[in-house]
């Protein structure tokens, strides 16, 4: 079981949008697929049209220390299942501020939940470097951090990249030494191929080699996806980005089997 957190401390950069469509690309590739949602905004829920008011969420996980499975429930996709949040989850850090080996609540309830049957598990994780990223970080193997090309015309932002990736470092040294980087992923591209192929190259000067190689493009058809409560793939596969976020998943699945 392969687990993978969707992480950028900066807003507005598709992690939600990734998580869930490379989350289902992923479930039509033949994966079973379990989504975690570590923000407080629920936006992760609402994409693959999970509507009710769960009785149990991440946030009795981690805080009332309720077994896992006693908060996963189905989607409207097969096979791909989800740990939903509510707006609970925002008081998470206090309520756990005086918690011993806070930092591990994640990792300890998946490595409780024995019976947990999923080729791979995605953790949208919340915009920030608190303690929900934290644990999102600890409990996982992959990071993928998704990138969007306005981003390199402010050096504020780029230095907040440099910072996640010292953040990643401290914890792969101190808590989890099998944290690894998966890659860099440049998302809302509007440019042509010399453009992407650029960003590309300004990526890797903060990632190395650590950049995939798929890109996601901007299209209106996400947004109509997300109003449908769909993911991209189910909602119009034919379409551009609905291709790349196939393709970004057989590029994971490839990397995993070597």
Do not use: W
């Amino acid at each position: 079981m392969n687990i993978i957190s969707i992480v950028n401390q900066i807003g507005g950069v598709a992690k939600t949008t990734t998580a869930v469509n490379l989350a289902s690309s992923l479930v039509e590739l033949g994966q079973k697929v379990l989504v975690i949602d570590m923000d407080p905004q629920a936006n992760l829920a609402k994409s693959l049209g999970f509507n009710k008011q769960p009785e149990n969420t991440i946030y009795d996980i981690l805080v009332n220390k309720l077994p896992l499975t006693k908060a996963i429930y189905p989607t409207k996709v097969d096979n791909l299942n989800i740990v939903p949040s509510n707006i609970s989850l925002a008081t998470a850090e206090v309520e756990l501020i005086g918690e011993l080996s806070r930092e591990t609540l994640l990792k300890e309830s998946l490595k409780e939940s024995e019976n947990l049957d999923y080729d791979y598990v995605i953790i949208d994780c919340h915009p920030s470097l608190g303690l929900l990223t934290i644990n999102a970080l600890v409990a996982c193997n992959d990071v993928i951090i998704p990138v969007e090309p306005s981003i390199f015309a402010k050096k504020s932002l780029v230095e907040g990249l440099e910072q996640l990736m010292k953040v990643i470092e401290l914890i792969r040294k101190r808590v989890n030494p099998d944290l690894n980087l998966k890659g860099a992923l440049l998302t809302r591209v509007e440019s042509k191929r010399e453009e992407e192929n650029l960003f590309k190259e300004e990526l890797a000067e903060t990632f190395g080699d650590k950049v995939f190689k798929t890109a996601i493009h901007k299209t209106v058809k996400i947004p109509e996806a997300q109003t449908e409560e769909l993911p991209i793939n189910l909602f119009d596969n034919t379409i551009r980005a609905a291709k790349e976020y196939l393709v970004l998943a057989k590029e994971i699945i490839e990397m995993d089997s070597k």
